[in-house]
């Protein structure tokens, strides 16, 4: 199911990974790369990167953001999945491939309150549309909260493709996502415009812009003829003996790694050597070590009065994330429940 079911939350520690789809892994592998260059940036003050760069003092301000690193203004960034992603953009191909397109009733579903629950899991009442959706779909497998990677990606419009730890170092101004390319056959026009468009569901938010760099940066979904090479559409033939893989393969130029289970393959469950680069452990410890080496006072002290992530993010250095946050999640993404209780103390590297 590539996501934590909500009663092994509270014991992942930040050392396994609460959602390892394909579009996440993507996601935390370039937040991941980012670190790595801010790392090198920080232990050289005379080293270059061409995707990363030390932003000038004069850029610095309160409505603008104080971080000292930015992705460089010429750089876009754009994300390619083989699949329409899970949750409301892919709502109308999952009809289609049903035997019986038609939409699950909601008696079905609920005989007894008749009501839709908080949060639907992905496969759920398909006449609800434009709506919150949770991972996995499949009815008999554990409960999460992790949410669609289509809700996740509809935010990130609006937080940028930083997590939180590397908006501490990263500004969001330039890291927003440009372009979503997907193959013809699973770009459904209308089904991308209402999850992720101006005009969708997005429309309460789109004229916003908040404090500290952020605003609603709608990327473009275009199409592509390409397909997947291993996809059942590109070999019908032999569709039946294709099969969803449990390994998430992670790949950047700092990192190749392959995970199960949202930790490094062939690791035990809570083995300390099983920790993935990408894991929540792992880059909140790289971002604590270029804060240390850069020395930077507003920021040492702000992180100084708690060693436990969790304090970290109620701290004033997220207010501006956690106000688009709060903004978003009420006005546009409503139903978007927090998937809390994974705590740990945060150790340098």
């Given at each position: 199911m ?11 520690n ?6 390892w789809?394909a579009?996440i892994?993507a996601i935390?592998a370039?937040?991941?790369f980012?670190?790595?260059e801010?790392l090198?940036?920080a ?21 603008e ?10 750089l876009?960034?754009?994300m390619y999945s ?10 109308e191909?999952?009809m289609e491939?049903q035997?019986?397109?038609t ?17 639907l ?12 959706r ?6 008999d ?7 669609s990677?289509?809700d996740?990606?509809?935010?990130k ?13 990263v500004?969001?101004g ?5 372009t ?6 699973q770009?459904?026009?209308?089904a991308?415009?209402r ?5 969708g ?6 004229t ?7 605003a ?20 019908p ?14 790949c950047?130029?700092h990192v ?20 993935s ?6 880059m ?9 080496m ?21 701290s004033e250095?997220f207010?501006d994330?956690?106000?688009?946050k ?8 409503s ?8 705590d ?6």
């Amino acid at each position: 199911m590539k996501c934590l079911p909500m009663n092994q939350v509270a014991e992942a520690n930040g050392s396994i990974l609460h959602d390892w789809h394909a579009e996440i892994v993507a996601i935390r592998a370039f937040n991941q790369f980012l670190l790595q260059e801010c790392l090198e940036l920080a232990t050289s003050p005379t080293s270059i990167s061409p995707i990363v760069r030390r932003r000038e003092v004069h850029e610095l301000s309160e409505s603008e953001g104080l971080q000292p690193f930015s992705i460089h203004d010429d750089l876009r960034l754009h994300m390619y999945s083989s699949e329409a992603p899970c949750g409301d953009a892919s709502m109308e191909l999952l009809m289609e491939a049903q035997v019986d397109a038609t939409p699950w009733p909601i008696e079905q579903l609920h005989p007894a309150t008749k009501k839709l629950p908080a949060l639907l899991r992905g496969r759920e009442s398909f006449a609800e549309l434009g709506i919150v959706r949770r991972k996995p779909a499949r009815a008999d497998s554990p409960q999460t909260l992790s949410k669609s990677c289509s809700d996740k990606l509809a935010l990130k419009q609006c937080t940028s493709l930083l997590s939180a730890c590397t908006s501490l170092l990263v500004n969001p101004g330039n890291a927003y996502l440009d372009t979503l390319i997907l193959p013809r056959s699973q770009r459904v026009e209308h089904a991308c415009e209402r999850c992720f468009g101006p005009k969708g569901r997005m429309k309460p938010v789109a004229t916003h812009q908040w404090n500290g760099g952020y605003a609603f940066r709608p990327f473009t979904v275009r199409a592509t003829e390409h397909e997947f090479a291993f996809s059942r559409r590109s070999k019908p033939e032999s569709s039946r003996e294709l099969r969803t893989s449990n390994i998430a393969a992670v790949c950047n130029p700092h990192v190749q790694e392959a995970l199960i289970l949202g930790r490094l393959q062939g690791r035990q469950k809570f083995d300390p050597k099983g920790l993935s680069a990408i894991c929540s452990k792992r880059m909140w410890g790289m971002t604590l070590q270029v804060l240390v080496m850069l020395g930077t006072p507003r920021l040492l002290h702000s992180i100084s009065e708690s060693s436990h992530v969790q304090e970290w993010k109620k701290s004033e250095l997220f207010a501006d994330r956690q106000r688009v946050k709060a903004d978003v999640t009420a006005e546009a993404l409503s139903g978007w429940i927090r998937n809390d209780g994974d705590d740990f103390e945060v150790e340098p590297g």
